[in-house]
């Protein structure tokens, strides 16, 4: 499936200098949508999901075919933060002070609901919550700030053991830390009989981005992952041409991850879903992969369908030579 929409109005930023690929890229971390256990008698009439650069939106309306109510319980994963992977990374958190780190908000028939949080800490398979808790070490590695200050606070000797124990880089206050957090999200939730239940969502994405040059766009790797046509590629061509990096000859690309496929979790189809992919401005050129396409809008995008089965999670790609309109800092 294939679809991409360009354009090539010039937009100006400050750039960092250096290779594509090089250690200023950061790697995206996907989340998607509510999951719950599979009940035969929930189904999604309906879902429109909201893509943009910094918030993600998703308005689904369920409904319960049973004679009575049923109450579930309803989750929202947020991505795992591997330190081990990512210390050296320039990723950053959208809310880097919280363990809701993507600033996740949910209501129920327009109210606001108060869901749990549940965290927990790993080295490979091995948990690590109760160790790094009893030491006031926050269970995310990647809340550097945070993290740094409570192993300010240990003496060496316990910044040893945890260094020995493979939690941390060194045994410094200023070490990356090496394990694996996971998180979700849960509340318990009622589907009355007989009438739509509307459950909502938001946060901000955790994006990857990267510089990026017209041979690395032409590959058929990168290609067939966001199917970048030859209009997207002559719209990535423009854009490095009038790039603060024209020189280097590269642009800067974000990817903007949703796992889609977790909807699966629903009784039988989703009656109705509805995609609004937002650039975030006219200049910029965004590519996913989807077929049927429509301009909606100066920045928007959308694509439909009916009785839809989820069977390939999505990967926006937006290109700009504007750092501030793609987040990065």
């Keep these: 499936m294939r679809a991409a929409l360009a ?24 989340a998607g949508g509510l999951v719950l256990v599979r009940d035969p008698d929930i189904a999604l009439a309906s879902e429109d999901l909201r893509i943009g650069l910094d918030r993600i939106a998703v308005d689904y309306v369920f409904r319960n075919r049973a004679s009575a109510p049923k109450t579930l319980r309803v989750a929202f994963p947020l991505p795992a933060i591997d330190g081990a992977q990512l210390s050296m990374s320039a990723l950053n958190l959208p809310y880097e002070d919280r363990a809701n780190f993507v600033g996740f908000t949910a209501t129920v028939d327009g109210a606001p609901v108060t869901p749990l949080l549940e965290e927990r800490a ?4 091995r948990e690590v919550t109760d160790l790094l808790r009893g030491h006031g070490v926050p269970l995310n590695p990647l809340r550097r700030r945070d993290v740094e200050a409570a ?4 003496s060496p000797a316990v910044l040893g053991e945890l260094e020995k124990a493979g939690l941390l880089s060194e045994a410094k206050a200023d070490a990356d830390g090496q394990w694996r957090s996971e998180a979700k999200f849960h509340w318990e939730q009622t589907f009355p009989a007989g009438r739509d239940l509307r459950v909502s969502h938001a946060y901000a994405p955790v994006k990857g981005n990267h510089l990026l040059s017209i041979q690395e766009a032409a590959t058929p790797a990168y290609r067939a992952q966001y199917c970048l046509d030859d209009a997207g590629l002559a719209g990535i061509r423009r854009l490095i041409a009038a790039s603060p990096q024209k020189e280097h000859g590269l642009t800067r690309a974000v990817e903007v991850p949703y796992i889609v496929t977790t909807a699966r979790n629903w009784a039988g189809r989703i009656g109705r879903f509805t995609l609004t992919v937002d650039k975030g401005s006219p200049g910029a050129l965004v590519s996913f992969c989807r077929t049927g396409v429509r301009k909606t809008g100066p920045t928007t995008f959308v694509w439909e369908a009916k009785d839809y089965v989820p069977d390939k999670d999505l990967m926006i790609l937006i290109v700009s030579n504007d750092d501030a309109l793609l987040g990065i800092r």
């Design 7 to 30: 354009a090539a109005m010039v937009a100006t930023s400050l750039w960092p200098s250096g290779p594509a690929r090089a250690n200023d890229s950061a790697a995206a971390l996907e």
């Design 122 to 125: 790993y080295l490979g398979t």
């Design 151 to 154: 192993l300010k606070r240990l």
